[in-house]
């Protein structure tokens, strides 16, 4: 955690100082009043500082030896990081396809991945949630409130 | 408060569709609240598209329903598998687990629920009482006034969030900031938008809600998946003993008082609210060394707080249209998405709403004492559902519900990139909540800063020369201060872990 708050707070501030980059092309102010740019300069600052302040604080603690051990126990689990990576990816792929696809049938897509492929639950468990999830969402979204929503080849 | 809008309030709420809804919401609400890695927060923000087709008063109804049906159905799971539902449960485990274990889980759950019935229904009189005056006073203030109230709430939640104080304040900054996105509503420049049209209307609330509190949460159980023990006590007994009554009706009344105050307080919500009732409950009691082994007492006092904080909450919301934590933040957007502008005149441009909301409110108590003291072991079979078929059901309503509000692929991408960073940030402690506030209020903010600013020539005195707004931002600045000056004087008696203040 220690490393991470380190790595993270340098990234925030990485990330805060770009912001206030753009912010500063915005104007700052008018005659009278702020203009467009004031708040996101002032919110780049505070993070840049609030994000800086999480580094050294986790830097600070990372120089006493006792932190050493916890930060070591903290290591992130593989196979978990590896199911939340394929989902995101499995969502991403789903993105891509819903306009070509439609909607309801890429969702069944991305269902179908996540519990066979990521869950690893049974067939029949794997499918018949998809299913029922699908069916759910379709009568609740498209049948009973009639949202319109990008169809495909197969008309739904 | 006049009688007639009470009347008025019950007219509205007891047509049989409100009724139903209301019946819907709170169980659903005590679903939710009894599934371990869904809170209220990401329930309501999921079920939020289906309320659409609904009239706005229907839909809060509802809504309401959810917020406070799942502050009793994580007592469920506290008191049956050790496991709170959400946060403002973990109190309960305490003592309601040691119940359980005793073969009184009964006792515990009936307790609960006669407990949150009275404190949901005395808070619900108490925010009749209260959000009329409040929102006549606050009728008077003007944008530095505002601009103090929501700087309050921000730090507020940011200083009481779990963990880090600096982390919590550093995403109260970032909601702040991607507030900031879309068309400069007072200057009509475009800022972020990277010639991106979809970004000109700035970004919406409810992606970034669904995505972190609801598809982060989820993709932190794909990660960590939920081990839920199989159920072993024993539901029967639901109605308290004599004797249970006698240990629990100072323990009631002291967590509804508790409950509503710190309900009221910006960002402090009905966790912390359950953590003081349990910890007066047990200050007060002659048999302090009981608590953590069983006592009943330690069972009402926290869940009548929970339910009334969560009544609580509704006033500075519904009288100031500020909402003080991540739930009622969510809330606030669906005001805004049916259509209303959230403050002090919702009252009398939409009496219906408000008053509706209230009559619903007292019905709804009854409904949820009436479902939860039969149903308990029904809500309690629940958790026999395993959690990974859970998981594709609500990211597959998650995600078709946030096209539904705009119809549009764009924003099911925000809440994709959205559940990435809520992961993340759920692994490494950053907490969510500030950062939706921060988003839902952060146009707000900043016109109330920049409207202050323009009456004072650009001169920030006007926020400290103005008694209000000086007052609120004096108490802001306590509230950050507080933890700041806890963890210096631990440190100094040598008390002080190291790491995060």
Request: glycine fraction near 16%; proline fraction near 11%; hydrophobic fraction near 50%.
């Given at each position: 955690m220690i490393r991470a708050d380190i790595i993270g707070g340098l990234l925030m501030a990485a990330g805060f100082s770009a912001v206030l980059w753009e912010a500063s092309s915005f104007q700052y102010g008018t005659e009278f009043a702020p203009g467009p740019g004031f708040a996101p300069v002032w919110y780049s600052v505070i993070g840049i500082a609030l994000s800086l302040l999480i580094a050294g604080n986790a830097l600070r603690t990372a120089?006493?030896?006792?932190?050493r051990a916890e930060d070591d126990s903290m290591a992130l689990d593989r196979g978990g990081l590896f199911r939340v990576g394929a989902t995101l990816f499995g969502l991403a792929v789903m993105l891509s396809i819903v306009l070509a696809l439609g909607l309801v049938p890429a969702l069944f897509v991305f269902l179908l991945f996540l519990t066979l492929g990521v869950q690893r639950l049974p067939l029949p468990l794997g499918v018949g949630a998809s299913v029922g999830t699908v069916v759910f969402v379709y009568l609740v979204?498209?049948?009973?409130?009639?949202v319109p929503i990008p169809r495909g080849p197969l008309g739904i | 408060m006049e009688f007639n809008d009470l009347i008025l309030g019950f007219s509205i709420a007891l047509t049989p569709s409100n009724l139903l809804f209301a019946l819907l919401g709170v169980f659903l609400g005590t679903v939710i609240g009894a599934l371990p890695g869904i809170g209220p927060s990401a329930g309501i923000a999921v079920l939020?598209?289906?309320?659409?087709?609904?009239?706005p008063v229907t839909a809060m109804i509802m809504l309401a329903g959810i917020y406070y049906g799942s502050m009793y159905g994580g007592t469920i799971t506290s008191v049956l598998i050790n496991t709170p539902g959400e946060s403002a449960s973990v109190m309960t485990t305490l003592d309601g687990y040691q119940m359980a274990l005793k073969g009184r889980a009964g006792a515990a759950l009936g307790m609960a629920a006669i407990g949150s019935f009275i404190a949901g229904t005395a808070s619900v009189v108490l925010l009749m009482v209260a959000a009329p005056p409040l929102a006549d006073l606050a009728v008077t203030f003007g944008p530095p006034e505002y601009f103090a109230l929501m700087v309050l709430g921000l730090t507020t939640l940011a200083s009481l969030t779990s963990g880090s104080m600096i982390k919590g304040l550093l995403m109260a900054v970032v909601g702040l900031m991607f507030g900031t996105?879309?068309?400069?509503?007072?200057?009509?420049a475009p800022r972020f938008v990277f010639d991106n049209v979809n970004l000109m209307d700035g970004i919406d609330f409810l992606p970034v809600a669904v995505g972190l509190f609801a598809i982060g949460e989820l993709l932190f159980n794909l990660y960590q998946p939920v081990r839920t023990e199989p159920i072993k006590a024993k539901l029967s007994g639901l109605l308290p003993t004599r004797q249970d009554w006698r240990d629990s009706y100072g323990g009631v009344a002291r967590g509804t008082a508790i409950g509503f105050f710190v309900g009221i307080l910006p960002g402090a919500g009905a966790t912390i609210a359950s953590f003081l009732a349990y910890a007066t409950e047990k200050r007060v009691s002659k048999r302090p060394e009981k608590f953590g082994t069983g006592v009943i007492e330690g069972v009402a006092a926290p869940e009548s707080a929970n339910n009334a904080a969560s009544t609580g909450a509704l006033i500075p919301l519904m009288a100031?249209?500020?909402?003080?934590?991540g739930t009622t933040a969510v809330m606030l957007g669906a005001l805004t998405l049916y259509g209303m502008q959230p403050g002090p005149l919702l009252m009398s441009t939409h009496p219906d709403v408000f008053w509706g909301l209230v009559a619903s409110m007292y019905i709804g108590n009854v409904m949820l004492l009436v479902l939860n003291l039969p149903l308990a072991p029904v809500f309690a079979s629940?958790?026999?559902?395993?959690y990974e078929i859970l998981i594709p059901v609500i990211i597959g309503i998650a995600l078709v519900g946030v096209y539904s509000v705009e119809n549009s692929v764009f924003n099911v991408g925000v809440t994709v990139v959205f559940g990435a960073i809520g992961f993340v940030m759920r692994v490494y402690g950053y907490p969510a909540a500030p950062l939706v506030l921060a988003l839902v209020l952060g146009p707000m903010l900043e016109r109330a800063l920049r409207q202050s600013l323009q009456m004072s020539l650009g001169s920030p005195e006007i926020f400290v020369t103005r008694p209000v707004s000086a007052v609120i931002l004096a108490v802001a600045l306590l509230a950050m201060l507080f933890p700041l000056i806890a963890w210096f004087r631990s440190r100094r008696a040598g008390l002080a872990v190291a790491g995060d203040c």
């Open positions: 120089r006493s030896r006792a932190h979204f498209v049948y009973f409130l009639g | 939020l598209p289906v309320t659409f087709g609904m009239p996105v879309g068309i400069d509503l007072m200057l009509g100031l249209g500020i909402p003080g934590s629940i958790l026999r559902i395993p």
